[in-house]
């Protein structure tokens, strides 16, 4: 039987963790995770219907991160999109 990962508080525990024999791990409850290591230097104000907004705060509330962050997600994601229509 595979054992999971304990939840590690310090820097002590995860090396002493890590200094194990590890290969019975169960590594299933991993999931990627974005490092945003690039500094936010500029800034916008934009006004949504509420209701857009409560909605956007409820879906970054379920992914556990700010709802901001989810913003700029989406933004990267729209221009990382290959434009679908040419311009007259």
Do not use: C, H
């Not at 963790?17 to 999931?31: H, I, N, V, Y």
């Not at 690039?38 to 956007?56: F, G, Y």
Request: glycine content about 2%; proline content about 8%.
């Amino acid at each position: 039987m595979k054992r999971k990962v304990p939840r590690l508080r310090t820097d002590e525990e995860a090396e002493a963790f890590l200094a194990q024999d590890l290969p019975d791990l169960d590594f299933s409850q991993f999931k990627p995770i974005k490092f945003e290591f690039e500094r936010k230097t500029a800034q916008i104000n934009m006004r949504v219907p509420k209701p857009l907004l409560d909605a956007v705060k409820l879906r970054a509330k379920a992914r556990g991160i700010p709802y901001t962050r989810l913003v700029r997600e989406a933004m990267e994601w729209a221009l990382a999109q290959p434009e679908k229509r040419k311009r007259e």
